[in-house]
């Protein structure tokens, strides 16, 4: 089955100036792996230049019409190849039903979904049998919070793209899977975990106990990268204490991850 390694692999990670972006860079770079860090923040150089030469930061808006092909391009360019893709960027807006508006929606949908899945198109020329494709989904594509609708409807249309996607490259030898993280510790979050009372009511709301970290998460992604998860295709595999496996009276807090 191989060694859980990714050593000599190369990377591409969007999503990587912080959070699980970043710890997943760091996780691939510590087990062997090049990295492409890509985010629309500067604050990625910084993140990147710690790694060293194993890693090159891609400053761009994945929005951006070109911006896909570009960030694959600056891949190859910097290694000379790609064989994983770890679609980690994404942003949670909370908002009732009558707030929400066009452009709002048409934002969270960009991000969450049109970005990672252009920029996947854009690599699949470049990537060959054994090649990953990861997309950090979340838990709330299967348990909603309060004002998170159109967020939860995003990454419930990430586990169903994978689903698509996994049938569609299985031939190829590329792998896709989502990981669905509940409650972590990101800056996604951070403004709701300011609030004691915020933070106390997410943590009884998972079983564990407790926030999950970026590590964690990341240390999943490069499993699904190395050749022990050769057999695991088309899965969406949640890291989240238990949070969408037991119901618990508490209210899930404003989102996942």
Known sequence: MGDRNVEGRVALVTGAASGIGAATARALVAAGAKVALVDLKDDVREVAESLG?????????????????????????????LDAVVNSAGILETMSIEELTRESYDRVMNINVKAPLFLTQAALAHLGPGASIV??????????????????????????????LAADLA??????????????????????????????????????????????????????????????????IAIDGGTTAVWSPAAPGPGME
Do not use: W
């Open 53 to 81: 030469a194993q890693a090159v930061p891609v400053v761009l808006d994945l929005l951006d019409e070109d911006s896909a092909k570009s960030a694959v391009s600056a891949t190859i360019d910097a290694f000379g190849g």
């Open 135 to 164: 997309f950090i989904a979340s838990g709330n594509a299967v348990l909603a919070s309060p004002n998170g609708s159109v967020y939860a409807a995003s990454k419930g249309a990430l586990v169903s793209l994978v689903k698509g």
């Open 171 to 236: 031939p190829r030898g590329i792998r896709v899977n989502a990981i669905s993280p509940g409650p972590i510790v990101t800056p996604m979050l951070s403004a709701a975990l300011a609030d004691p009372a915020v933070k106390e009511s997410i943590e009884r709301g998972v079983p564990a106990g407790r926030l999950g970290t970026p590590e964690e998460v990341a240390s999943l992604a490069v499993y699904l990268i190395s050749d022990v998860a050769s057999f695991v295709h088309g899965a969406s």
